[in-house]
């Protein structure tokens, strides 16, 4: 049994990782959760109603590697900077979730699904990241279509939720809608906030700073880390991130080029027999997933939804897929747990 540590517990994908653990993805000994000083001490089993070994909250720098086997990090960058190699250089296995590794050769970028014999042995610097939400749902539905026909390039357009922006993203987003339903001829909002724009019945095409070639900072993970989790350094990956004023679940219109023809039957097949994947057959009705028809059920959250199913008739190479995901479950906690699970299971973790 493990002690894991999660820091940035009180947070929307560490409150995530503990509602996960709750329901025993992992068996852990002792669960220590930790945040910023300010919320030491809290007892977030009773305030949750939680019911696994729960440590007293701690700072994030109390945390002791002595007394930790893994730690999920779910604080962000700056956090993951500070901390993240001060555990890892005492002997603490640290799957991180902030962007801050991801793309260091010696770490490991895991979705289990996808590449796990990344993690066949102990990476040496005992760092793993867990990829950007975008990514993980979007090369858990590249990868069947790899193995069944080889990938040329991808076009990526996302649907990104709210709470991607954490909880103050989804409070943001439910103020601010009931603010503008209740005053419709109140003058526009002033840009800032979480999200760099007014979210409510808003579309933000930025999710994070643009570099000097126009992309974005969201858009640069969607090109990036597919290459590095499917082993394709030269795919061609085109990504437009947009924010939309949804609360809960990323959405992505993926245009795919495969290698070889394919028939829709073929593709639908593939995925279907993925596990972790929900297709959405063109039989279906609807043949498409939604972000409220995949929030509404806790075995939906653990899911990547697949629908949309096309393959372009005068060019059986070109493929179109609609994918949604729980971005705080699949997209962060899940991933992160899984990775642990998968690290457990390779029998070089303690
Ligand atoms: C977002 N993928 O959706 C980024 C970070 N979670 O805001």
Redesign the pocket.
Known sequence: MLRIAVIGATGA?GRECLTLLDGGIVPAARVAPAASARSAGRDLASEWGLSLPLAPLTAVEDVDPDAVDVAVLCAGAEVSRREAERLAAAGVLVVDNSSAFRMRPDVPLVVPQVNPGALADRPACNLVSNP???TIQLVRALHPLHELAGLESVVVATY??A????LR?LEELAQGSSRLLSAPGAPPEEAGGRFGQPLPFNLVPE??LQDETGLSH?ER?LVREPRKILGLPGLRVAAT?V?VPVFHC?SEAVHVRLRRPVTAEAVEDALAATPGLRAYRRSHSPSYPMPRSVFARSEDRALVHVGRIRVEPEDPTAVALWVVAD?LRV??ALNALQIVELAAKQGWLS
């Open positions: 994908v950007n939400c975008s990104q939720a709470s991607g922006g954490g993203g999710i994070g969201e993970k991130a924010r990323h971005n997209g962060a």
